[in-house]
């Protein structure tokens, strides 16, 4: 049995659920979260809120993380949390942040990481700062088990590569034709622009999903995770081997949390709530697009 401690990341599309699954997920009290700890997508750091309501910063939880970082000696800050994966130069930085593919271009990425120096690469030092506060966010919310809600598939290709975690994957699909009217939606883009963005990213995460072995990947659609949620965390709980607990299906946003992400783990997450506005919003000829463009690759997932 491994000693490394379990590091659980949600494999996503955008606008999938990731934000309720992490609510959901943060309600045991083995697990322990922030949200997406790359922290990407925080803007202008002054006005962002933790999902406390807090602005972070001046957010208890973030300054004690500070305090504690700076105490390790761990390169950390409000304004740049040092957990993006990003090389030092524009030729390292094409080699670890490029999309991930195939087993040839990947074992050609292989190839690469263990030839170019660390100095230019930089992957080793941001494994280790997403460790130390991964292990300082557990000591202070008193999980055995970290998520990282972060989603894309590159960082979870370095953090698996670092080797300082036992890593465990929830890979978490929506019907596409939602996701693509979220994008249509909230990018405010064309529909024809957001089937293209979700083929591109599913066409990663599948990518991905296929380098990884079955028995650490659990694989979970949104729509069983709003239809059967007792069943699905039932189900969660004893593939994680830690104790079965039922989980609050009103009131999410109840207790100490402290979600980094976009402005959804602000909004309305305080049920679990079916959402299938795309049966209505989209019309017959953007369906049929769709049908057209990603009909094959939405039943790949298993999706009808």
């Given at each position: 049995?491994?000693?490394?401690?379990?590091?659980?990341?949600i494999?996503?599309?955008?606008?999938?659920?990731?934000?309720?699954?992490?609510?959901?997920?943060?309600?045991?009290?083995?697990?322990?979260?922030?949200?997406?700890?790359?922290?990407?997508?925080?803007?202008?750091?002054?006005?962002?809120?933790?999902?406390?309501?807090?602005l972070?910063?001046?957010?208890?939880?973030?300054?004690?993380?500070?305090?504690?970082?700076?105490?390790?000696?761990?390169?950390?800050?409000?304004?740049?949390?040092?957990?993006?994966?990003?090389?030092?130069?524009?030729?390292?930085?094409?080699?670890?942040?490029?999309?991930?593919?195939?087993?040839?271009?990947?074992?050609?990425?292989?190839?690469?990481?263990?030839?170019?120096?660390?100095?230019?690469?930089?992957?080793?030092?941001?494994?280790?700062?997403?460790?130390?506060?991964?292990?300082?966010?557990?000591?202070?919310?008193?999980?055995?088990?970290?998520?990282?809600?972060?989603?894309d598939?590159?960082?979870?290709?370095?953090?698996?590569?670092?080797?300082?975690?036992?890593?465990?994957?929830?890979?978490?699909?929506?019907?596409?034709?939602?996701?693509?009217?979220?994008?249509?939606?909230?990018?405010?883009?064309?529909?024809?622009?957001?089937?293209?963005?979700?083929r591109?990213?599913?066409?990663?995460?599948?990518?991905?999903?296929?380098?990884?072995?079955?028995?650490?990947?659990?694989?979970?659609?949104?729509?069983?995770?709003?239809?059967?949620?007792?069943?699905?965390?039932?189900?969660?709980?004893?593939?994680?081997?830690?104790?079965d607990?039922?989980?609050?299906?009103?009131?999410?946003?109840?207790?100490?949390?402290?979600?980094?992400?976009?402005?959804?783990?602000?909004?309305?997450?305080s049920?679990?709530?079916?959402?299938?506005?795309?049966?209505?919003?989209?019309?017959?000829?953007?369906?049929?697009?769709?049908?057209?463009?990603?009909?094959?690759?939405?039943?790949?997932?298993?999706?009808?």
């Amino acid at each position: 049995m491994s000693q490394r401690p379990t590091l659980l990341y949600i494999l996503a599309p955008s606008f999938s659920g990731s934000t309720l699954l992490t609510y959901l997920l943060a309600q045991h009290r083995q697990i322990s979260t922030v949200g997406e700890l790359k922290a990407t997508k925080m803007g202008n750091v002054d006005q962002y809120q933790c999902s406390c309501g807090t602005l972070i910063r001046s957010c208890p939880f973030w300054r004690e993380v500070k305090r504690r970082a700076d105490a390790d000696g761990i390169r950390f800050s409000i304004d740049d949390f040092g957990t993006v994966f990003h090389g030092r130069g524009p030729g390292a930085n094409a080699v670890v942040r490029a999309s991930v593919r195939g087993r040839k271009f990947e074992l050609l990425r292989t190839a690469l990481l263990n030839t170019v120096p660390q100095r230019l690469l930089g992957t080793n030092a941001t494994a280790a700062t997403n460790f130390s506060l991964g292990q300082i966010i557990c000591d202070m919310q008193g999980g055995e088990i970290f998520v990282d809600g972060s989603k894309d598939s590159v960082r979870l290709l370095h953090l698996i590569r670092s080797g300082r975690w036992d890593v465990r994957v929830i890979y978490l699909q929506r019907d596409g034709r939602g996701v693509a009217n979220s994008y249509q939606r909230h990018r405010n883009i064309e529909f024809s622009a957001a089937v293209h963005l979700w083929r591109r990213a599913v066409a990663e995460l599948e990518n991905m999903r296929a380098r990884l072995d079955d028995h650490a990947v659990f694989d979970l659609h949104y729509e069983s995770l709003c239809s059967e949620p007792q069943k699905v965390f039932h189900e969660i709980w004893s593939w994680l081997g830690i104790g079965d607990q039922a989980i609050a299906q009103q009131d999410l946003k109840q207790g100490e949390f402290h979600i980094l992400g976009n402005t959804m783990r602000l909004g309305n997450v305080s049920e679990i709530r079916l959402d299938e506005a795309w049966k209505t919003r989209l019309s017959s000829v953007e369906l049929d697009l769709f049908a057209r463009e990603c009909g094959a690759q939405n039943r790949s997932i298993g999706y009808d």
